[in-house]
């Protein structure tokens, strides 16, 4: 028992509500979407499975440069009993640097605002930059981000994490590929890599157009953990449901 609870204080804490979601360079002038995405984790050890997040988003494309979102997540921590608290209000933006394939890589700049529904905790802020570049009929996309707590309850240092993809470009309604997430800890002050969090696995892409007056876009599969910061399995889906005006 002492050594559990010496190695669960060893392992760094996620950020606060850390989405498993890859962000995309894309401008959506005047397109509004509603979105919603989630993931469940599994682990033989109890005390590491359970967590659980859920988010829903309101998004629209403000100018063909700048696309906002609105978010309501909800959380819960791993482990038996615990109950899922809507957990925080988020505003996030992405400001996109020119149309795809304008550039030798796609880019963009994130930028996130967290407000904490739960009392004693600190809001968030979360930034950083977005790459994609496609090689070889491969879609390659890389988000690096730093969170930090800011406000009252806030404490330690920024913390870094980054979201991978890479899928295949067939054209078709169906594509596969892969995700990895991982979340190495304070920056300047990472852990052993075998006290980090870090999930890789595969993924299904696809799109189903002309639904009703907008498109259907979802993505899903499911995580493995590489690293003992991180659960056995995690199920994560995405669908995002598009309106053009």
Known sequence: MAGAVT????????????????????????????????????????????????????????????????EFEQERDPGSGNPTNLSQVTSENLFIFGEPG??????????????????????????????????????NTVNLFVEKDIGRYAQGRPMFQYAWETRLDLGTAIEPGFQAYGFPGAIGHFPGVGHQDHR??????????????????????????????APAETVRWQFEYELHF
């Open 7 to 70: 190695l669960a204080g060893l392992l760094p804490a996620l950020p606060a509500h850390a989405d498993f979601k890859v962000f995309q360079p894309d401008p959506e002038p005047h397109e509004f979407a509603l979105e919603t995405l989630g993931d469940i984790g599994h682990d033989p050890d109890h005390t590491r499975s359970g967590e659980q997040s859920y988010t829903e988003e309101l998004e629209y494309g403000i100018t063909n440069w700048w696309t906002s979102e609105l």
């Open 102 to 139: 304008e550039h030798w890589v796609d880019s963009a700049f994130f930028v996130e605002y967290g407000q904490s529904t739960l009392p004693n905790s600190p809001n968030e802020t979360t930034f950083g930059p977005v790459f994609r570049k496609e090689v070889f009929g491969l879609i």
């Open 200 to 229: 890789i696995g595969p993924m299904l892409f696809g799109t189903v157009a002309q639904l009703g007056p907008g498109s259907l876009k979802w993505n899903g599969g499911i995580l493995f953990g590489l690293t003992p910061g």
